[in-house]
Each structure stands twice: as C-alpha cells, then as structure tokens.
Nanobody, 128 residues
Framework: VQLQASGGGLARPGESLRLSCTAS????????IGWFRQAPGKEGYWLSS????????YYSNSVRVRFSISRDSAKNTVYLQMNNLEPGDTAIYFC??????????????????????WGQGTQVTVSS
C-alpha cells in the first residue's frame, strides 16, 4: 500500500501546476484522499479532500477558489489542480489516504489523523 505524489516544481505567480497522487495496493475510488501542505517553519495545513465512493469534494476556504481536486479511477490517481499560484503556496505538498473509512464515518476531512497512509511529498515553489 503506497502513495506517490508528483508534479511539483517551480512556478511563477499566477501560473498553474497539477499535482498527482498515484496509489498502489489499493483503489483510490473506494477511499477518501486528502491533500495537505507544509511550508517551512509552519504546521501542516489541509487543502482539500475527495470523499470515498465519490460522495463529495471538500476544500479549505483559503484555496477553494483556486484549487480543484479530482480523481481518475483508470489511472488510480487523484489530482490537485492549482491555479493562480501565489508565493504563499510555496510548501511541500502531501497526499494521504483514509483506508480506515474514518472520514466516511465522521465526515471530518481536515484533520491529518483521519488519514493512515501518506505519500512522500512533492515540493512546490512559487517565485518570480
């Protein structure tokens, strides 16, 4: 059981990036997948989650307008489309899976403790 995050890199303010979170050992459409980020010197921050069994998508208010989460079952991958990037988006981005259905049972998506499987992170740097 593994998650692989990719797609990070260097972007200029206003540009877009699409992050990918590819799963192995389990099927992403069955489980909730979340995206978090951690900037240098700051705590981890929840961005967005896609619920198990396509029951919904959830966003932090701070990224709701600019970010979009989606799932490609054929590729067993969840994406985070990030538009109009800002320097404040610079961070390491992590994806995580809830293989225990905690989010399904209690509807809480923003807490890292709800997820039991984490990818290794991908660096996003936004700078002019």
């Amino acid at each position: 059981v593994q998650l692989q995050a990719s797609g990070g890199g260097l972007a200029r303010p206003g540009e877009s990036l699409r992050l990918s979170c590819t799963a192995s050992g389990f099927t992403v459409k069955v489980y909730a997948i979340g995206w978090f980020r951690q900037a240098p010197g700051k705590e981890g921050y929840w961005l967005s989650s896609i619920a198990a069994r396509s029951l919904g998508e959830y966003y932090s208010n701070s990224v709701r307008v600019r970010f979009s989460i989606s799932r490609d079952s054929a590729k067993n991958t969840v994406y985070l489309q990030m538009n109009n990037l800002e320097p404040g988006d610079t961070a390491i981005y992590f994806c995580a899976a809830d293989l225990s259905f905690l989010t399904y049972s209690n509807g809480i998506y923003y807490q890292p403790g709800q997820y039991d499987t984490w990818g290794q992170g991908t660096q996003v740097t936004v700078s002019s």
